[in-house]
Structure formats: C-alpha cells, structure tokens
C-alpha cells in the first residue's frame, strides 16, 4: 500500500518538475529568440513591402561622411498605446538593419525623453512633436539625423499613415544628409504649386495651403522658380520642370530650346483642360491670371512629338468613379474624362514607371511621335483600348457623366498620356529670336556684360526629355488626403501621382536610388473582375434606362393631349361613346405609364444584381467553402484509419 502511494507522488512530482522544466525552457527559448533574433524577419507580403529595398542599400553604401541618428521614443509612457509600441518596435528593427549596412557610417541611438527631462528638452529643440495622453503626459515618437557640417533633417512624428512610407522616408533623410548640396530643380509654371489654390494673398492669410507635392519637391531638392519670361536658363539648374506655363514668347521658347541643346534635362506637363486651374479658391474664383490650356510649340515639334490641345481623352476602361447624386439609387457613376491608371496601363520597364500602381488623372491629353521625329518615343502611361477622344468645346460645355456615357464611341486606340524623349533633337529656331537687334547693337559698340552663349542647331548629345499631357496630376484632390496632426499637415497617399512626379525628376538627374522606395506599399488593389461587372452592368442599364424614358415622355406627351383635349380636337364626333373611348384610352396610357415606370425601377434594382452575386460567391469560397474542404478532408481521414482499423481487427481474428 505504501509502495503504490509512493509510486503515486513520485509521478505526479515527476509531472510538476516536468511542467516547471518546459516552462522554464519556454521562456529560456523566448528570451534568447528576443536577444538573438531580435531583427529576424520573414516578410511574406506580396511586394516585398518590409524587405530594405535595394534603393536603401545603394543610398547607405554612398555614404561619405559619417551621420547620426538619433531615435526619441518615450518607450515607458507608450506601454498602455499598442499601436504605438507595435509601430515603435518596427522603427527601431529598420533603423538597425539600415545601421548594420552602413559599414560603421551611420551610428544609431535610442533615446528615451522623460518628461522634465534634459532629454526632453533636446527633443523639442530639435523640432520633434510630442503626443499628448490623456494623463497629460507627452510621448516622444520621432527621429531626427543629423552630419558632420551641421546639417539636420527631421521627422517630428512617426504617425500611422505614413507607416507604408516608413522605409522611403528614412532613406531620404540619410540621402539629404550625406550630399554636400541639393540638386537644382528649375520650375516654369502658372499653378499656384507654392500658395495653393487661393494664391498669394489667401496663403499670408492662412485661407490657403501649399500644394502637398512642393512640399514634397522642396524638401528634396533647391528649387529655383523662374519667371515666365527669360532668355537663360541659369547653368545651376540640374533639371528643368515646365508644369502648365501660361503661352510663353520667343525668347523664352528659344532658353528652353537651347537648354535642350546643351545637355539639359526638361520634365514637360501641358494639358489641353487644366482643372486645377480652374478650381475656385477660397473668394469663389480660380486664382488670377489662371492658364486653362498649355502648349509648348514648335519645342514639342523639334522633339518629335504630335499633340492637338483641342482633343481630351476619354476612356470608359479606367473611368473615375464620381459621385453624382441624381438618383437616390445610384449614387455613383463612370467619370470617363477623368482616369484613374492602373498597373496594366503604364511601362513596367522604364525606372520611372516601374513601382507606379496608379495615377489619377483629370481632362487629358494625347501624345504621339511625329512621322519626321529623329527621337525615340517611348509610352510611359497610356490609356486603354477601351478609348476615344472628345472635342475640347463639348468638355467645356460640362457634359454630365451619363451624357459622356452616351456619346462614348470607342476607337479601339490606346492614346499615350506620357512619354520619354530621348535621342538626337535639332533647334525649333534657326538662332536666338533678339539677333537682329543684337547684331546691330554691337555695330553701334555697344555689348551686354556677358555675351550669351552661341546658338547650337544640333543637340550636343541624346536629349533626355519626360513630356506628360496632364496638369491635374498636381492637384492634391487627385491623389492625397491630408490631416492635421500636432499642427502639422501629414499626407496620405491615396494614387501614386507624386511618386511619378519625384522619381522622373529623380531619374533626371541621374539619381535613382529611390525610386524603388517611393510606391512600395501600394494603395489599391482593384477588383477587375468586378469592376469589368460594374461596367458591362451599367453599360447596359443606360441604353435600357435611355429607352424606357423615351417610352415614358412619349406616354405621358399623349396622355397630357387626351386629358387636355376634347372628343372633337382628337378627331373623333361628340358622345358619350366617344367620351368613353378617350377615357378608355387614357386608362391604358396610364397603365402603360405604370408599367415602364415598373420595369425602370427593375432596370435600376437590377443594375448590381451580378456583382451582389460575385460577392455572395466570394464570400462562401471566404467563408464556407474551406471549413467545408477540411471536414470533408478530415472524415476522409477518418473513414481511412477506420477502414485500417477494421482491416487489422479481421486480420488478427
């Protein structure tokens, strides 16, 4: 007896030491994964979205100079915020993996800010944000970096709608901070980039804001705003951005012209339609001295290139959907005029292009190579086959969507919306505009202080030109939502316009490191098949909503003639029979009235019925159908072991 109870405590103590022995190993276990594999991650993201990007590599290895970052997180207080902590703990992994690849260039430290501390003080200093919490405290989440010649850049906090632009965003502060000066960017525009859609006034007001993307542009490069009237363009200038000009004269045609034959590099946009132009600002009115049309002749002749800015795109294939709220049971409707470019439509192998998912774009144009062009043409964004183009006087009459809808007649062409110029380009002018003048100036003796440069009619070398039939890839609503945070503005990227804009400007001027970081986390992905339902649906709601109001207008015209006129104005003699055959007539009419109206609402009820069914299918394959493959899986299994069972049951018998 006491043998067995001895027996008895010596496996339930051999139980608990077991017990106690793998709950020590799982910690051990667990804090040595901590320690040893604190930076181990496997990303199994479809683009790769937190692998460090070659681009981060290629910005790091170049470093010359050493650089400091230092990270400020007040680790203690963001305990009780898990988003917070969560987001923190990926900053910190980047941040160190990038360290580890900068071969002892970049150092690294965490500094945790309590408050009433002197660490709190430099935080502030240094221009970082705090969070308050709703004990009163401030949590520090930023990073500020800093080089050997005083410079420094910062991010004040890291908030969760840039977190998918995590990685770019550091390694532009580390590509700042290891250049001994920005790149010049010239700029040539009539938007109003740098005051918003309010102008001057409005902006020392505060009634209007920046364009989100020259927020973007001043912060990478120096930007050197030309007027729009010049006969140089200054040698400083690394690359030439002429965004929407209002007509500009000979002269400063021929600056660009001969800017173009030196060797310089011009981003290009026109547009046929600029709606950006046109928007009202905070008095009601588009700023003044707006530009609505922009051209570039005789350049875009010498580059080889076709544009009418008369004729607008339209494309039924990558229509904006816009709401239109004409009908309470269809709220939304195709914007054929304004695009929305997917993946499909733009060049996966141009640098540029490469990492853009897609551009909203607004009224326009199209491009194609001239017959006697000595440049290549290369597409960079394009619409679809699903495509036509409309007269720029019908646009500006201000079709509805439906209407546009109607009259949309497909070619069957895809039209170029952007494209690269490279190759040899010759002089729209046969030598600078002011020649007469100039020549007999210096017969009288008299010469300007510098004499300008000779007329080149043969470019020197390839010319490198990105030419783009659109403004409206500036506006902000096009492609950002933006929110105040801790009094500053913070984009949210909602289309990769920007991305496009700074990678060609990038591209340029011979700097690409980045490039391959700016789209990384991708903000939609379209359902096409879906989308392919929508339209075909729609398509065919239209044409039967079209006749059926036809029907409707035609019954109630004869209807309101019937109850207007008497038996002798419709041709009939006086009676009671015939009084009786008008009110039968009328009675049908308003039967038949009823019925379109009936199958009008049927047509609208209708209309989603197919995507309504995709999304139920979709939605058992989600939801029911892989529960329903593993219990068919797991009695298969079953019915196996008991087949197996029985088998070595009969067997052993």
């Known amino acids: ?87 923190a703990s990926h900053v910190r992994d980047l941040l160190e993996e990038i360290r580890n690849r900068s071969d002892g260039q970049l150092r690294l430290e965490v500094i945790e800010p309590e408050p009433f501390s002197e660490q709190e003080d430099l935080a502030m200093s240094l221009g970082l944000k705090g969070a308050p919490t709703a004990q009163g405290d401030i949590i520090y989440f930023g990073l500020v970096g800093t080089n050997s010649v005083d410079g420094l850049e910062a991010i004040p ?47 020392m007001r505060g009634e209007s804001l920046p364009f989100m993307i020259y927020e973007e542009l001043r912060n990478r490069f120096e930007l050197e705003y030309l007027e729009q009237q010049f006969k140089t363009v200054p040698s400083k200038v690394d690359v030439l951005m002429i965004a929407h000009p209002r007509e500009l004269d000979e002269a400063t045609l021929y600056a660009v012209d001969q800017f173009v034959m030196r060797g310089g590099r011009v981003l290009a946009f ?22 609505e049309s922009s051209n570039l002749e005789p350049l875009l002749k010498s580059w080889g290139v076709n544009y009418d800015p008369t004729k607008i795109v339209g494309d ?36 540029v292009t490469a990492d853009v998912m897609r551009l909203n774009l607004g009224t326009v144009g199209a491009l194609a190579p001239s017959a006697d062009a000595t440049t290549q043409f290369t597409p960079l964004v394009r619409s679809s086959d699903d495509a036509q183009l409309y007269d720029l006087d019908y646009v500006k009459s201000g ?45 009288k003796g008299s010469r300007s202080p510098a004499d300008p440069a000779p007329h080149l009619a043969q470019s020197e070398g390839d010319a490198n030109i990105i030419l783009f039939a659109d403004s409206d890839i500036f506006d902000d609503r096009f492609w950002v939502q933006t929110q105040s945070y801790l009094g500053e503005r913070v984009a949210q990227p909602i289309a990769d316009n920007a991305s496009f804009i700074v990678s060609a400007i990038d591209n340029l001027m011979g700097s690409n490191e980045l490039i391959s970081l700016r789209a990384r986390a991708k903000i939609d ?9 929508r339209r075909t649906a729609e398509r065919r709601f239209l044409a039967e909503q079209e006749a059926l109001e036809r029907r409707i207008a035609e019954t109630e015209r004869r209807l309101t003639e019937l109850q207007t006129q008497g038996p002798a104005d419709a041709g009939m003699p006086d009676g009671a029979a015939a009084e009786a055959h008008v009110e039968n007539e009328i009675q049908a009419f308003r039967a038949e009235l009823l019925d379109s109206r009936k199958k009008l609402r049927d047509v609208q009820r209708n209309l ?15 939801v029911g159908l892989i529960p329903l493959l593993i219990a068919v899986v797991a ?19």
């Open 1 to 87: 007896m006491n043998a067995l109870s001895n027996q008895q405590i010596s496996r339930s103590a051999y139980r608990i030491i077991m017990l106690v022995l793998l709950a020590v190993l799982f910690l051990a276990v667990n804090l040595f994964s901590n320690i040893v594999f604190r930076s181990a991650r496997i990303d199994l993201t479809e683009n790769r979205l937190y692998t460090l990007s070659e681009g981060t590599g290629e910005v790091v290895a170049k470093i010359e100079e050493p650089i400091t970052l230092r990270f400020f997180y007040s680790e203690q207080l963001a305990n009780d915020y898990p988003r917070i902590r969560t987001y």
């Open 157 to 203: 906090f890291f908030t969760d709608e840039r977190e998918q632009y995590l990685e770019y965003d550091i390694a532009r502060m580390i590509q700042n901070l290891s250049r001994p000066a920005r790149p010049v960017l010239g700029i040539v525009t009539n938007l109003p980039l740098d005051t918003g859609t309010g102008g001057l006034m409005s902006a």
């Open 270 to 291: 026109i547009d046929p339609h600029s709606e950006v132009s046109l928007t009202a600002g905070p008095d009601g009115q588009p700023i003044r001295g707006y530009t």
């Open 316 to 351: 039924r294939g990558i229509a904006q959907r816009v709401q239109t709220g004409l009908d309470a049971r269809r709220q939304e409707s195709d914007y054929v005029i304004w695009l929305a470019v997917q993946r499909d439509n733009v060049d996966a192998e141009d640098i």
């Open 399 to 443: 079709p509805r969507p439906d209407d546009l809808l109607r009259r949309f007649e497909p070619t069957g062409e895809s039209y170029v919306i952007a494209a690269r110029l490279s190759g040899p380009v010759a002089s729209a002018f046969d030598g600078p505009p002011d020649a007469g003048a100039s020549a007999d100036e210096d017969d």
């Open 525 to 533: 992905r379209p359902f096409t098949v879906v989308d392919e339902l």
């Open 608 to 622: 989603r019925r197919e995507i309504d069914g995709l999304g139920a299918r979709l939605r058992f394959v989600n």
């Open 635 to 653: 009695i298969g299994a079953a019915f196996v072991r008991y087949r197996r069972r029985k088998a070595r049951v009969e067997k052993g018998a």
